[in-house]
């Protein structure tokens, strides 16, 4: 799976107290993840992709999972 980072991206998550998951970024981080989806929509069933604080989100961010179903 080949992914695209726009220059300049920002992304973090966070979990809420009562469950929801806030996913916020700037354009660039919006794009690329956008770019993410769309790779990950073309490969099979099961593939997935990790982002945490320690690969792409920014500091203190929660780890996001994103898993394609059939």
Known sequence: MQFNWEDGFEISVRVEDDGSVVISANE???RSLADHL???A???AGDHFHLDEYNSLEEGSAE???EKTE
């Open 28 to 30: 660039e981080g919006l």
């Open 38 to 40: 769309n790779a990950l």
């Open 42 to 44: 073309d490969e099979a």
């Open 64 to 66: 996001l999972i994103v």
